[in-house]
């Protein structure tokens, strides 16, 4: 079992439509990354967060420390969301997830 | 922000060559840099850290001698694959660090294709 779940792996949305990704993780974490890699493969940090919530423009990342589960939402996405996203936990050491592979369709 | 770059972007070699992969910190000093390879649908796994002036450090199951990693300055790193076969083909990202796991910045990626 891996130490970083995420679902679903794959998503296809409506262009407008709010899209969330879930991850859920059975380590001990200090801090939480969603990262967004786009189909040539180069990665973006979108947020680290340890506790509540951080927004940036659509994006909205929310952590619950008890459930040990983070989601990243995407307010009226776009087809230039379409990438992957991966979320990753800062423990002893650093947990990737699989990724959720998001299309979005015009 | 903040900007990792890596050259080459892509590359193809033949097998029994040696590659070598630039990271570098253009606007920041990177006390620690880490390498990442990624296989096609699958999630990164980290391969080292390297931390400036010293020894990188190995994940369980990476051959150090076949990845050869130098830190030579706060805003170089570089990734050396070794005898490089078919298996070695793949996506290898660096990250570039001023602290840690937690402020990491992703460099955009080499990959590699080995004949």
């Known amino acids: 079992k891996n130490e970083v779940e995420q679902s679903p792996q794959n998503l296809t949305a409506q262009e407008g439509e709010f899209i969330t990704i879930n991850c859920s993780y059975s380590?001990?974490?200090?801090?939480l990354h969603w990262l967004q890699q786009h189909p040539g493969g180069g990665i973006v940090s979108l947020f680290m967060?340890?506790?509540g919530k951080k927004k940036h423009g659509r994006l909205i990342a929310t952590i619950n420390i008890q459930e040990k589960h983070s989601s990243l939402h995407i307010t009226a996405s776009h087809p230039r969301d379409s990438a992957v996203y991966i979320c990753a936990a800062t423990g002893n050491q650093f947990y990737f997830g699989t990724g959720t592979s998001l299309t979005v369709i015009p | 922000g903040a900007v990792v770059s890596q050259h080459p972007s892509r590359v193809i070699c033949k097998s029994g060559t040696s590659v070598k992969i630039e990271c570098r910190s253009l606007d920041f000093q990177a006390t620690t840099m880490f390498w990442y390879r990624q296989f096609p649908k699958q999630s990164l796994m980290l391969m080292a850290t390297?931390?400036?002036?010293?020894?990188?450090?190995?994940e369980q199951g990476v051959e150090k001698d076949k990845f050869l990693i130098n830190h030579a300055s706060l805003t170089l790193s570089t990734l050396t694959v070794t005898s490089a076969h078919p298996e070695d083909s793949s996506f290898y990202i660096c990250?570039?660090?001023?602290?840690?796991?937690?402020?990491?910045?992703f460099g955009p990626g080499t990959r590699l294709t080995v004949l």
């Open positions: 990250s570039a660090s001023t602290g840690g796991w937690n402020t990491q910045y």
């Open positions: 967060l340890s506790s």
């Open positions: 390297s931390n400036e002036g010293s020894k990188a450090t190995y």
């Open positions: 380590v001990g974490i200090s801090a």
